[in-house]
Structures are given as C-alpha cells and as structure tokens.
C-alpha cells in the first residue's frame, strides 16, 4: 500500500538551532512531493513542491528540501529556525492520479 | 483573492444523522478535493471532483458522497454518522487536475459526533 511516513512526531529546538524533518514514502515509481506547514489556528500552506530536475528545492521562508529517490526520501530543512516556525508539517505525495498521501504530521516547537 | 472558504466551521451531531458540509474553490480553481483529519493525524484523501464528476475516491465508504456544481463549488455529504466520523474535514481546490498540482486549502469544518 501507499504510504507516507514521517520519522519524528514532536521535534523541539531552540531558536537559531537547524532543523531536518524526515519523510519517506513506500513506492518506487514517479511521484510528486510536497511540504505543507499548519500555523497554530491557520490552515494547511505549501511550503515547496518537488516534481522533477534538481533534487533539492527551496521553498518559502528559508525552507529547503532534497528529494533522494534511492532512500524514497525528501527530507526538509532549515538551516536556522524562527520562534515564527512553530507549527505542524506534513510531507505529502502524490503517486499518480488524483490521489495525495500525507504523512501523520510533525509538530515543531522552537523555544524563544 | 479569495482563498478556499468551508462551511459551517463548526457543526455537532449525533450518531445516525446525516450532514452536509460546503466548500468554495479559491478564484479560477476547477478541482476540489476532500480530506478527513483525525486527531494527531494527517489528512486522509476522500475524493475529489473535477467537472462535476468524481475523478477518484479514497477508502471510504457509501456513506461519504459529494456533488460538485457548476460553478465549482462543492459539498461532501455524510449519512449514517458514526462517532469515529468525528474529525476535521478539509476542501482543497487546484486547477486542473493531476499529481503535480499543489493544493490550496481551506480552514476545515470541525464536526463533532455525539
């Protein structure tokens, strides 16, 4: 089956501290991959999107992502993190069709 | 620019009813697709609809139907509520359909079974 998973359920830094988030996917053929953030009370934003040429990406707010196809993996980073990137993340992929898996989610807590 | 806008925000039933909820594309969006989101959980795809039609569906039962109308807005029925079927229920609209797509998502509908 399909599947997204996400390696860490609450990921708690301090500000300036650098940030990876996991995601890897179980299937091995041609996907589209996304990086979505909820802000406390906000609705589901995209962050970057990953569809084919360079693998890593950048996104908005200083967020990046590499997308290495022999780990199924598209990890997201930031090299230095805000109080203001507080927030849930979810790694989503698309595997053809109209059909969009996401991960169960990260939540990031930076310490001010 | 209006985003995606969802209707009611909130809604409360109890097990047995039936419900409607509504979802309004962002401005020159075609296709609306509908999530589940449990608690502590990640969006679970429904369905999504694209000219009036349902293009794909995701495991879910009967219960779940939608409509899309023709000025693309869409609703997402649910009959025979069950109190697992409590969750956030999220639209997302794109234009056009297809994997590379990003979607733009409303606020959600919170609805509660009793």
């Known amino acids: 089956a399909q599947s997204v998973s996400q390696h860490n359920h609450h990921v708690i830094l301090s500000e300036a501290a650098s940030l990876e988030l996991g995601c890897n996917y179980s299937?091995?053929?041609?996907?589209?991959l996304f990086w979505y953030v909820q802000y406390p009370g906000q609705h589901l934003q995209l962050l970057l999107k990953?569809?084919?040429?360079?693998?890593l990406v950048k996104g908005i707010k200083g967020f990046e992502a590499e997308f290495i196809k022999s780990k199924f993996s598209f990890n997201l980073r930031k090299p230095s993190v805000q109080w203001s990137d507080t927030a849930e993340y979810f790694c989503?992929?698309?595997?053809?069709?109209?059909?969009?898996?996401f991960g169960p989610g990260t939540r990031l807590s930076v310490l001010p | 620019d209006a985003g995606v806008t969802q209707s009611p925000t909130h809604l409360i039933k109890t097990r047995g009813q039936q419900v409607t909820l509504r979802c309004s594309p962002k401005?020159?969006?075609?296709?609306v697709s509908w999530y589940q989101q449990a608690l502590g959980q990640g969006p679970q795809f429904i369905f999504q609809?694209?000219?009036?039609?349902?293009?794909q569906r995701g495991n879910f039962p009967d219960r779940f139907s939608g409509h899309q109308f023709p000025n693309y807005s869409s609703e997402l029925n649910v009959n025979a509520l069950l109190l697992g079927d409590s969750a956030l229920y999220l639209c997302?609209?794109?234009?056009?359909?297809?994997?590379?797509?990003?979607?733009?998502f409303g606020d959600g509908t919170r609805l509660s079974i009793l």
């Open positions: 401005s020159g969006h075609d296709t």
């Open positions: 990953y569809f084919s040429g360079d693998p």
């Open positions: 609809y694209y000219e009036e039609e349902e293009r």
């Open positions: 989503a992929v698309n595997f053809g069709g109209q059909n969009f898996v």
């Open positions: 997302a609209s794109s234009l056009a359909t297809g994997g590379n797509q990003p979607q733009h």
């Open positions: 299937y091995g053929g041609t996907v589209n």
